[in-house]
């Protein structure tokens, strides 16, 4: 079973002095920190596997999640792609 928790929900239920703007503010910043973290870990098999058949399908969504932290990394990994269709959808994540 899933937790249908909000952040009111959690706040009600953590000892105080959390504030729901601390507790909103830990949230964003532990989902940006795994966010970061799957992004390196998927840098890095790219970089294992330069060949793979999914190798521009991977940098194109790869590019949608790494331009949130990193934009000037996702656009040097747009540069990547070989496919021009791929690339050109890499390329509007850059440009929002």
């Not at 928790?5 to 532990?30: G, K, Y």
């Not at 998927?42 to 790494?66: C, G, K």
């Not at 990394?73 to 269709?85: G, L, M, Q």
Request: net charge positive; hydrophobic share 40%; with cysteine.
């Amino acid at each position: 079973m899933k937790c249908r928790c909000s952040p009111r929900t959690i706040v009600t239920i953590l000892p105080r002095p959390f504030s729901e703007d601390e507790l909103r503010t830990a949230l964003r910043e532990t989902a940006s920190r795994a966010r970061r973290d799957a992004i390196n870990g998927l840098a890095e098999w790219l970089n294992q596997h330069p060949s793979h058949q999914l190798h521009d399908l991977t940098i194109r969504y790869f590019v949608e999640q790494a331009v949130l932290d990193d934009p000037a990394a996702a656009a040097a990994w747009t540069k990547k792609i070989t496919n021009p269709a791929l690339r050109g959808e890499a390329e509007q994540f850059l440009n929002r």
